[in-house]
């Protein structure tokens, strides 16, 4: 049923792949190294050169916005099914989706303010996302709580006149770090005392707004992941316009359930690249190196890795094409079993590719020479964003168990 891309991703694939092969791969040193002499004068959040120079080249290629699901003024959109393999590619390169404009949190956020905002939300925000000239972020994880459940949020959102005022802390708020971020979503309480799932919302909140903090950057295993950055971020007497709302008061759980499902099949789509280039560098790796006598792809115990991560491999693409399918075709809601599968599956699975990669390198595999070190810090943590593992298991259960006792009742 997916064994083939259609006409359309057969295209954008061949030019998409032209593209890394001639502008991101034989630039991954220069990015490190542009971003290192940054870390080295102190100040690691400045715009990447390179990346603002692929950029164009991109939109010239036709290879921009990819990622929309929806036709938008004039841009035909992709489905889940077609930006799959896309995405795929994109996993490959940790900072490459930016040159398409295809990153996270913005390709969310996008999506977030096209479905759910209003037509002069749209103009504001979402013509300028589209256009590449600002970055956004997205406030919803609260140090003080498990932010794994969202009912647990307890920044507020006061309503006072023609204004709402907002307190609270966020932090591992993507994309908060970048220059180029002007727009924050956040996620609050308005109502503490309506029911459990309607008493938050969303607001839009310019990043320059009097009360808005960024207190500091959070590390990944070492890595400031800069000038993007997940950082902690105070919100304190912060005021926006009633008009900055998203889709009414009491509806953030409901656009949170809208946002994710796409973010999770993304990240999973991307989490399917960097396991296929780690599968890749194991099996060059082996080839080349020699111990005790014969080269290590010889040794039966790197036979069995190899065949194990391709078999992996396949399994979580297949999940995942088919839960993309779901979601083209019968929407987000109901594609929820599919979407929480694979967001378990394919961060594990990379994991687990990756790892033995870095085995497979020896020293070099933990060192900043090889980019494996950095996929297995990203790939760990794919496991807690969105919604951890035993979040998304819980929900897989309680769908089976549901199903057996309906069966049951009939």
């Known amino acids: 049923m997916f064994a083939e891309p259609s006409e359309k991703t057969r295209d954008l694939l061949q030019r998409l792949n032209a593209f890394f092969d001639e502008h991101i791969y034989p630039n991954e040193e220069r990015y490190l190294r542009e971003m290192d002499e940054f ?26 916005n990819m990622f929309l699901p929806h036709e938008h003024r004039g841009v035909p959109g992709i489905s889940n099914l077609d930006y799959a393999p896309l995405c795929e590619v994109m996993g490959r390169v940790m900072w490459s989706a930016e040159v398409f404009n295809c990153s996270a949190p913005d390709t969310g956020n996008m999506e977030t303010i096209e479905r759910y905002g209003t037509e002069a939300q749209k103009e504001q925000w979402l013509e300028p996302l589209l256009r590449g000239e600002i970055r956004s972020g997205f406030l919803m994880t609260e140090p003080a709580v498990a932010s794994s459940d969202a009912t647990n949020i307890q920044c507020t959102i006061t309503r006072e006149g023609d204004e709402y005022v907002i307190n609270g802390t966020k932090w591992f708020s993507s994309g908060a770090g970048s220059p180029h971020c002007q727009i924050f979503i956040v996620m ?94 194991m099996c060059d790796r082996l080839s080349a190196r020699v111990a005790f006598g014969r080269p290590l792809s010889e040794q039966s115990v790197w036979h069995e890795r190899i065949a194990e991560s391709r078999c992996m491999i396949d399994q979580a693409r297949l999940l995942t094409l088919n839960a993309a399918h779901k979601m083209d075709t019968v929407g987000n ?39 494996l070190a950095e996929a297995y810090a990203h790939q760990r943590t794919v496991r807690i964003v969105d919604g951890p593992d035993e979040v998304h298991r819980n929900a897989i259960a309680k769908l089976e168990l549901a199903k057996r006792k309906a069966a049951a009742q009939r």
């Open 39 to 64: 870390r080295r004068a102190g100040n690691a959040w400045q715009i990447s050169p390179l990346i603002e120079e692929l950029k164009p080249l991109a939109r010239a290629a036709g290879l921009w």
């Open 188 to 281: 609050g309480k308005t109502d503490p005392e309506a029911p459990r799932h309607a008493q938050q919302s969303m607001v839009l909140v310019p990043r320059d707004t009097p009360g808005v903090t960024v207190l500091r950057h959070l590390s990944v295993f070492g890595y400031d992941d800069a000038p993007h950055g997940h950082m902690e971020v105070q919100l304190e007497n912060v005021r926006v316009p009633v008009a900055n709302i998203l889709l009414g008061e009491g509806r953030g759980f409901e656009i949170a359930q809208g946002r994710l499902g796409p973010g999770r099949i993304h990240h999973c789509m991307r989490s399917i690249g960097a396991a296929e280039r780690a599968l890749e560098m």
């Open 333 to 371: 809601k109901e594609a929820r079993a599919e979407i929480a599968m694979i967001k378990v599956v394919a961060p594990n699975m990379s994991c687990k590719v990756v790892d033995w990669a870095i085995q497979a390198h020896g020293a070099a595999g933990v060192s900043q020479d090889f980019w």
